[in-house]
C-alpha cells in the first residue's frame, strides 16, 4: 500500500489539480476546469492512506460506489496514475464525446483462460486471442456473461 506521501507525489504531477484541505487531516484535489459542476477528483486522502477518486458512472470501473467514487486504499502507483488520468478526462469530456472512448478489458477464470472485453461502436465484444467468442449490446450483457462463465476482471486497465 502507498504512503500518505507517495500518493500525494503521484497527485502532484497532474499540475491542473488544486490541493484544498479539508477536516481531519484530510485533502482533496479539484480539477478547476471541469466542464461539470463537479470538480472534485481526489475525495478525502487521509494520512493513514484511505481515500477515493472520483471516476463517475465510467463502465470499467462497476466497483465505484453510488457517487462515482472508487477507494484508492491498495491502489498501486500505477492503478492510482491511471484512475486520475481516467478521471480528468471524464471532467474535461463532454457526455456524448464518452461514447466514443474506446474500452478494453482483460478476464481470465481459474484455469488461467484469458478473454478480453472490448467496446467497438456500439458492441461489447469478447475475443479469444483474436476470434470473436460473443458480442453483446451492453457493457453489462458482456459482463454477466463472462461473470455466468466463471471469469473475472484483471486489474484496472
Given amino acids: 500500500m502507498l504512503t500518505f506521501e507517495e500518493k500525494e507525489a503521484i497527485i502532484q504531477e497532474f499540475p491542473e489539480l488544486t490541493r484544498k484541505e479539508v477536516s481531519l487531516k484530510r485533502v482533496n484535489y479539484h480539477y478547476e476546469k471541469s466542464l461539470y459542476e463537479k470538480t472534485t477528483v481526489i475525495y478525502h486522502l487521509h494520512p493513514n492512506g484511505n481515500g477515493f477518486v472520483y471516476v463517475g458512472d465510467l463502465p470499467q470501473y462497476e466497483e465505484a460506489d453510488d457517487k462515482g467514487l472508487l477507494n484508492i486504499r491498495e491502489a498501486s502507483a500505477d492503478e492510482l496514475r491511471k484512475l486520475i488520468k481516467d478521471s480528468i478526462a471524464y471532467l474535461a469530456t463532454e457526455e456524448e464525446e464518452l461514447v466514443d472512448e474506446e474500452i478494453e478489458e482483460e478476464w481470465k477464470n481459474k484455469e488461467d483462460s484469458k478473454l478480453t472485453l472490448l467496446q467497438e461502436d456500439t458492441l461489447w465484444n469478447i475475443y479469444h486471442g483474436y476470434n470473436l467468442e460473443e458480442s453483446f449490446g451492453s457493457y453489462d450483457e ?16
Avoid: H, T
Fill in 142 to 157: 458482456a459482463k454477466a456473461y463472462l461473470l455466468a462463465e466463471g471469469f473475472r476482471r484483471v486489474g484496472i486497465r
